[in-house]
Every structure is written in C-alpha cells, then in structure tokens.
C-alpha cells in the first residue's frame, strides 16, 4: 500500500469499540474534529493499533494528539507510509 485514502480510514473507524453506532462516517467529514464525531483519544489509541497490525505503520502514542481530524489522521498515516517505505 503507497497510500491510506479517507475511505481507509472510514472503515477503520467503523470497526472501532465503544463508538456510538449510529456515528455517521458518510459525507465530506475531513475536517470534522474526531471529537465532535465520537472518538476520543482511547478510541484513537486503538485506531493506531489498527493501522500499526493492518499496515505495519507504527504510531506512536504522541501522534495520537495530531491526528485531531480526518484529515489530519489521513495526512499524517500517509507520512508514515513514506518514512516506512
């Protein structure tokens, strides 16, 4: 994988624990703060978890408090994969 697209990042999202269900990922949701879509820094915790098994991208703890929007989140797992190979 050369890149981790939004619609990645949807699914990875969707599959998250503790996440209200009814939590709409559909729609321009790039800039929406996390927070105001239901994920806090646990849930975000775990996304990196996911990413790291999934694409064997490490995140660091720290990165968590970057990654505030889709966006941001996309932008900086994209970085990761560069930093990878």
């Given at each position: 994988m050369t890149s981790f697209t939004l619609d990645d990042l949807r699914e990875l999202l969707g599959s998250i624990a503790g996440v209200d269900e009814s939590?709409?990922?559909?729609?321009d949701?790039?800039?929406?703060?996390?927070?105001?879509?239901?994920?806090?820094?646990?849930?975000?915790?775990?996304?990196?978890?996911?990413v790291q098994r999934r694409y064997g991208v490490p995140?660091?703890?720290?990165?968590?408090e970057r990654m505030t929007t889709p966006r941001s989140t996309v932008d900086y797992?994209?970085?990761?994969?560069a930093t990878v190979g």
């Open positions: 939590t709409d990922l559909s729609g949701i790039a800039d929406v703060p996390l927070a105001d879509l239901g994920y806090d820094s646990l849930a975000m915790l775990e996304l990196a978890g996911h995140i660091p703890d720290e990165a968590v797992i994209n970085a990761q994969f």
